[in-house]
């Protein structure tokens, strides 16, 4: 999987991801978007991009780390607005289970009709 992220300068971080989600550099990503106190502090919004993937390797080990981090991150900031893009049955599947770990932060997943 490759990703690109770019820190836009009205606060927000987005990241879109492409070809294979896999552990490792997914959870680079989310350590690439709070590996900095001000990074957190400063920070409006994220988007996280999946429409460009075209396959799914993440490990619920690799849910539960990256929602450690965010709950970590949420600590110094917790009026952040994430949104996820995400186009297939699989990838809402695992935002939600994302959720279920990271329940302390009160974000929530939501899929509009469409």
Not at 43 to 67: Q, W
Not at 71 to 88: D, Q, R, S
């Amino acid at each position: 999987m490759a990703y690109v992220m770019d820190r836009v300068d009205d606060g927000g971080i987005i990241t879109m991801y492409s070809e294979t989600l896999e552990d490792a550099e997914y959870i680079a990503s989310i350590e690439e978007r709070w590996n900095y106190e001000s990074a957190i502090i400063n920070c409006r919004y994220f988007i996280s991009d999946f429409t460009p993937v075209t396959k799914v390797n993440i490990t619920t080990d690799a849910l539960r780390k990256s929602a450690e981090i965010s709950i970590e991150a949420a600590k110094l900031n917790n009026h952040i607005v994430g949104i996820a893009v995400l186009p297939t049955d699989l990838e809402y599947g695992l935002a939600r289970m994302w959720q279920v770990y990271a329940e302390t932060i009160g974000w929530k997943t939501y899929r509009p009709k469409v």
